[in-house]
């Protein structure tokens, strides 16, 4: 059976200690799916999530004609093991100009940005399209970085956005970014592009995913690659990533580990004592264990793995700040007005903050949120707008959020399709009573697992009851599935 439309989170009132898996960090599976199909032979991805959005980049792969094998992992439902038969730089042939290669990348941004560099390897013609949302989001900067380097890019409304067609400028010459002239120089064609990455990073990642296949030298511009995170991490895949096949572990995903580390800081932990020998006096220690995320990933490939290092240090002095009502914030010592960046501290993992922040013990300013109005939903508009139903105090001013300590209380929340949305105020609703989320099964974009994950009994999960929102009936772990 299918989540409901509408769904609660019951508080829990239970001390807890769990440790939880979560699945494999999409941003890596996408990359390491563009990567080993760029490759020669075969490329065993292992831990790589299995979730609308990288079903999406499989789909995509398979439609152009890469050989992909997907086989069950048995350690997360949401991971899988996936084989993929590079062509060593080639990419398959697509359509004509009157029947393109059709490839539907949903609202997945990777794809939809990593697919449209990679056809430019191929020849003839292909068409990019999604959902209308997608259809919404930017590609201009990635666009004329393309026609730089000598493609032709077909923006089909006329608004440099999806639907778009792709193609070679002169198919007869082959695989163009490889010709060259008697000189041994490219020839004809440009090899060198800029790019912005001021709407989004995923533009150079596009584009230096497949540099080395399509002999491009991209700079880019608007914010420097080695402070972008984002960047920063498809640099470091490139480096180590097998080039002539091999095996490949995908990390898990910090930005969904994020939401477990929250729930660590709401819900109450279980006290456990530890022994140790001191100057032959055996000592006790009396440690808090709550909530733990298995394999936290420590690779710095991530930026929301400094996650719980932000939320220690920028909200709570202390790692457990304990609060004694479930609707009244923190009453932690205040620690001044604190400032976390999208930019430069967290990256996904900023929108779980934000929502924790009406519990710190002083006012909260996150900045550089531009990036997140173009993702799913409009992000800023929709946190703002979702904890001020809940009873929050936030302020809203230019691309910046100041979050209050506030009273909350419960809500039916809209989710505006947004996966993210959704487990953020799950979160909240283990400790707020009433929290109800709208279009909970938006989280099969990246954690179809999500729910199940929260109402599992420890220490594979946190023992949460959800009900069905509507009536009252508390659901199942098939039913928690996100499908």
């Known amino acids: 059976?299918?989540?409901?439309?509408?769904?609660?989170?019951?508080?829990?009132?239970?001390a807890v200690r769990a440790e939880i898996t979560v699945p494999g960090s999409k941003s890596i599976t996408n990359r390491a799916l563009v990567l080993a199909a760029l490759a020669d032979g075969e490329t065993v991805l292992r831990g790589a999530l299995w979730s609308e959005d990288t079903q999406v980049m499989v789909e995509c792969l398979q439609e152009l004609g890469f050989m992909i094998n997907i086989t069950p992992d048995p350690g997360e439902v949401c991971n899988r093991t996936i084989t993929v038969y590079g062509k060593g730089g080639l990419v398959p042939r697509g359509g004509t100009a009157g029947q393109p290669l059709e490839l539907f990348v949903g609202n997945a941004g990777t794809a939809a940005r990593f697919l449209a560099a990679l056809v430019c390897l191929g020849q003839g013609v292909y068409r990019l399209h999604g959902t209308p949302r997608m259809h919404e989001r930017p590609q201009a900067a990635l666009f004329a970085a393309l026609r730089e380097l000598g493609y032709d890019v077909e923006s089909e409304a006329g608004n440099e956005k999806l639907p778009a067609r792709m193609s070679s400028a002169e198919p007869s010459s082959g695989v163009q970014p490889r010709v060259t002239g008697a000189s041994g120089q490219p020839a004809r064609f440009p090899r060198s592009c800029s790019v912005s990455i001021e709407q989004s990073s995923q533009f150079a990642s596009a584009l230096l995913l497949c540099a080395e296949a399509g002999n491009w030298r991209v700079e880019v511009l608007g914010e420097n690659a080695e402070e972008s995170p984002y960047v920063r991490m498809t640099a470091e895949l490139i480096k180590v990533f097998p080039k002539r096949g091999g095996g490949f572990v995908i990390e898990p995903d910090?930005?969904?580990?994020?939401?477990?580390?929250?729930?660590?800081?709401?819900?109450?932990?279980?006290?456990?004592?530890?022994?140790?020998?001191?100057?032959?006096?055996?000592?006790?220690?009396?440690?808090?264990?709550?909530?733990?995320?298995?394999?936290?990933?420590?690779?710095?490939?991530?930026?929301?793995?400094?996650?719980?290092e932000v939320l220690a240090c920028r909200i709570w002095p202390t790692l457990h700040f304990g609060i004694q009502d479930a609707s009244q914030p923190s009453m932690t010592s205040a620690i001044g007005d604190e400032v976390i960046s999208r930019a430069h501290d967290l990256g996904d993992s900023i929108m779980t903050a934000i929502v924790l922040a009406p519990f710190s013990a002083a006012p909260v300013r996150f900045t550089d949120l531009g990036r997140l109005r173009l993702q799913e939903c409009e992000r800023v508009e929709a946190l703002r707008t979702e904890l001020t139903r809940c009873g929050a105090k936030v302020v809203e001013e230019g691309d910046t959020l100041t979050v209050y300590p506030s009273n909350l209380h419960g809500a039916d929340v809209e989710t505006y399709n947004d996966h993210r949305m959704a487990m953020c105020f799950a979160i909240l609703g283990l400790k707020v009573p009433g929290i109800k989320v709208k279009n909970p099964s938006c989280v099969k974009k990246t954690f179809p697992s999500f729910f199940q994950k929260l109402a599992a009994q420890p220490p594979g999960g946190l023992g949460t009851v959800v009900l069905d929102g509507r009536t009252g009936r508390a659901l199942n772990q098939a039913e928690l599935f996100a499908e």
């Open 1 to 14: 059976m299918p989540l409901p439309g509408l769904i609660e989170i019951v508080p829990l009132q239970k």
């Open 254 to 308: 910090a930005s969904s580990g994020s939401y477990f580390l929250a729930a660590g800081e709401l819900v109450p932990g279980v006290e456990s004592v530890e022994w140790s020998d001191k100057f032959g006096i055996n000592v006790p220690t009396v440690r808090l264990d709550c909530v733990r995320v298995a394999h936290w990933p420590r690779s710095g490939w991530q930026v929301d793995e400094r996650f719980r």
